[in-house]
T-cell receptor, first 114, second 111 residues
Framework: GAVVSQHPSRVICKSGTSVKIECRSL??????MFWYRQFPKQSLMLMAT?????????EQGVEKDKFLINHASLTLSTLTVTSAHPEDSSFYIC??????????FGEGSWLTVV | RKEVEQDPGPFNVPEGATVAFNCTYS??????FFWYRQDCRKEPKLLMS???SGNEDGRFTAQLNRASQYISLLIRDSKLSDSATYLC????????????FGAGTRLAVHP
């Protein structure tokens, strides 16, 4: 079974609305969560790194006010895409390190903004 | 220049073929290297880590050349189930923290 549970797996929303994506670690404490975005035929691009109880660190070019990350507990991190637009349509995926030298990915979320 | 570059393919090969994928990375300080497999519309899954001495896991062999900043993956006796996108992944800090992904190489194995 999944070690990092991510949902929703697919979401369609209207332009201008906000969408929240959740990642929960099931059997370990996810001190750090990484959020990636992948456009078709492109690589996974790191958007931000979040540490439990502190502000996320965003990669260059990622708008922190548009992509809100909350990591309030050791088992839950959320990514909220605010005022979504069609160009935000993408595959969003989280990952976290569990045991040493082990990384777990969520199942990913397909966002379509219409 | 991209930090991790791969030939996008697709590589179309028959079952039983041997296929090789190449990858180059730009940061000479990179410390950890991996090959991941990603099936269509799914999360990436670790295929194998890549060590300087080269390593093998069944039909899969990975090689690293630090001097040339080059990584390779060889798949022998291709199976239909090997059809996927193979991602070259580099970690500059060591371990599994900040992973830099290549765009992937698509492999299609046909009967």
């Amino acid at each position: 079974g999944a070690v990092v549970s991510q949902h929703p797996s697919r979401v369609i929303c209207k332009s201008g609305t906000s969408v929240k994506i959740e990642c929960r670690s099931l059997d370990f404490q996810a001190t750090t969560m990484f959020w990636y975005r992948q456009f078709p035929k492109q690589s996974l691009m790191l958007m931000a790194t979040s540490n439990e109880g502190s502000k996320a660190t965003y990669e260059q070019g990622v708008e922190k006010d548009k992509f809100l990350i909350n990591h309030a507990s050791l088992t839950l991190s959320t990514l909220t895409v605010t005022s979504a637009h069609p160009e935000d349509s993408s595959f969003y995926i989280c990952s976290s390190t569990g045991a040493p030298n082990t990384i777990y990915f969520g199942e990913g979320s397909w966002l379509t903004v219409v | 220049r991209k930090e991790v570059e791969q030939d996008p393919g697709p590589f179309n090969v028959p079952e039983g073929a041997t296929v090789a994928f190449n990858c180059t990375y730009s940061n000479s300080a990179s410390q950890s290297f991996f090959w991941y497999r990603q099936d269509c519309r799914k999360e990436p899954k670790l295929l194998m880590s890549v060590y300087s001495s080269g390593n093998e896991d069944g039909r899969f062999t990975a090689q690293l050349n630090r001097a040339s900043q080059y990584i390779s993956l060889l798949i022998r006796d291709s199976k239909l189930s090997d059809s996927a996108t193979y991602l070259c992944v580099v970690n500059q800090a060591g371990g599994y923290n900040k992973l830099i992904f290549g765009a992937g190489t698509r492999l299609a194995v046909h009967p």
